[in-house]
């Protein structure tokens, strides 16, 4: 019927890992969850702002541990991640380092989603030594301030409110399944866990970064997952972040900034093709 909302199911949450507490000296505690064969390729995920580690992949989770240790945590002032004075992105990056250390893994995969993707070419810069490969999705190299910067973080909020309502149960239950409605009041508590000050707080940290300066610099493989249809961060933006990483592969999704979880069903297979071409090829 025209006007009618298109009904939007967000995948299934069961069998997603309880994540548990591991400790990070010197720094804090997070949580984290580590799946998937323990001699296998190790590849540490990077949530979006103003959400989880588990809220941001775990549509893809399942598919990635069948040939990968996947490692996912909540960021600091993120979920239940680590509480400090101040954010910065910075810190982030150096939380990845200590995560992969208290868990034994030496060297690892990177793959960031929003502002994952930005804390992801820190580390990339970082660590080259332990860094096996870089996977950015949805993501960029800088972020203008002024008026371009208020007018993309107005679509963000935008972006937030519609996964919101989505992952909010309706208001006659009995709509739903019981299961369809546990997975969405999981995505909601997941989602809620973040206060609205530390995502403003993150948001302004974000709008000062700028790889450009160094990106080029990178020498490793790399893939990124382009959202075709991002009003965010602006699709061309995405694809300019990929020419500046030299031999960079490109994967690109017909969706917006919420694809990793309103569009999964298109999102996960790029995410697959990105992280298998870093295979085999040398840095």
């Known amino acids: 019927m025209a006007g009618t909302r298109r009904l939007i199911t967000v995948p299934p949450t069961a069998g997603v890992p309880e994540p548990v507490p ?6 804090g505690r997070t949580v984290v969850a580590d799946v998937g064969p323990r001699d296998a390729p190790a590849i540490v995920l990077l949530h979006s702002v103003a959400c989880t580690g588990l809220l941001t992949w775990y549509p893809a989770l399942t598919r990635l541990a069948r040939h990968h240790r996947v490692i996912v945590f909540d960021q600091r002032w993120h979920g239940r991640g680590i509480r400090s ?16 250390d208290a868990l034994g893994v030496g060297r690892f995969a990177v793959a960031g989603y929003s502002m994952g993707g930005l804390v992801a070419q820190l580390v990339a810069r970082a660590e080259p030594e332990r860094v096996t490969g870089l996977v950015l999705c949805s993501t960029a190299d800088r972020f203008g301030r002024g008026l371009r910067q208020r007018a993309a ?30 997975d969405r009041r999981w995505g909601l ?7 609205p ?40 933006h995405q694809r300019a972040l990929a020419r500046r990483i030299p031999g960079a592969a490109t994967y690109e999704v017909e ?14 297979p790029a995410l697959l093709a990105a992280v298998h071409s870093l295979r085999g090829r040398n840095p």
């Open 22 to 27: 591991v400790e990070l000296p010197g720094r």
């Open 85 to 100: 004075p101040e954010f910065r992105l910075a810190d982030c990056a150096e939380d990845v380092t200590a995560v992969a």
């Open 153 to 182: 973080l107005a679509v963000f909020g935008r972006t937030l409110r519609q996964l919101r309502e989505h992952l909010r149960p309706p208001a006659v239950p009995a709509v739903l399944p019981r299961e369809r409605l546990a």
């Open 189 to 195: 508590r997941e989602f809620r866990s973040t206060t």
């Open 197 to 236: 000050w530390a995502i403003a707080v993150a948001v302004d940290e974000i709008g000062r970064f700028d790889s450009t300066p160094w990106l080029h610099t990178l020498r490793l493989p790399a893939a990124v997952v382009v959202t075709a249809r991002d009003r965010f961060i602006a699709p061309a």
């Open 255 to 268: 969706a917006g900034h919420a694809a990793c979880v309103l569009a999964a069903d298109r999102w996960v």
